[in-house]
């Protein structure tokens, strides 16, 4: 239509002419025939649309939208340490990156797309639980026997913190009390390739014992 040419599906052609009309000084002129084939249009906006993180353990659906095909999506695993099925992604660690592409396949009209995504693996959230009951003001002299579990089933470490190695020692999982003050027993687990790093702490205020009147 006038100047402006309506292109058909890809991989038509179509062939155009361009005439001057005649005028008072010249002749009508007419240019040669062009050929134009229609090529198949880029799409745009195809983008990964689920979330960028989830923790081992779990799957992540993969989802995208956008692309202008009808052209259907598949998957693919770029680099990390994750596992893909169809448009599944799991791990069997925590602490990585993966990365995966989705390509949105072409049709008559249009290229085919892809679009990538960083995905963030995190690790299952470790807890430790103190499971002996701290004494209620012990005396200077006693002891106290600390016992600390993992909902990991991974074995802590139990120390007296560093504050506090004038007021207390332990040997074996048994505290000692051996001045008055704060005793603060620290337990750590350092984590696993599934399990994140975890801390707790029990603190205990120590008083001294009693004085025995003299007889």
Do not use: H, M
């Not at 470790?126 to 005396?139: A, E, G, K, Y």
């Amino acid at each position: 239509v006038g100047t402006s040419l309506t292109p058909g599906n890809a991989g038509s052609s179509c062939v155009i002419k361009a005439t001057k009309e005649t005028d008072t000084n010249y002749n009508e002129r007419s240019s040669s025939n062009t050929t134009i084939t229609v090529g198949k249009a880029n799409q745009t906006g195809l983008t990964v649309t689920n979330s960028n993180s989830f923790t081992t353990g779990s799957t992540l659906a993969l989802t995208a939208a956008g692309g202008q095909s009808g052209g259907s999506l598949s998957w693919a695993l770029q680099s990390g340490a994750c596992s893909l099925s169809g448009a599944s992604l799991s791990a069997s660690r925590g602490g990585i990156q993966c990365v995966v592409e989705v390509t949105r396949a072409g049709d008559n009209n249009y290229l085919s797309d892809s679009a990538t995504e960083t995905i963030t693996v995190s690790k299952i959230v470790q807890n430790l639980i103190f499971r002996s009951s701290s004494p209620s003001s012990p005396v200077v002299g006693s002891t106290y026997t600390v016992s600390v579990d993992s909902d990991a089933f991974l074995a802590p470490t139990i120390a007296i913190a560093n504050n506090s190695v004038s007021v207390c020692s332990i040997t074996a999982g048994v505290v000692t009390f051996n001045t008055v003050g704060t005793c603060l027993i620290s337990a750590s687990q350092s984590g696993s390739d599934t399990y994140s790093a975890a801390a707790a702490s029990q603190s205990i205020s120590v008083i001294a014992a009693p004085v025995t009147p003299a007889t």
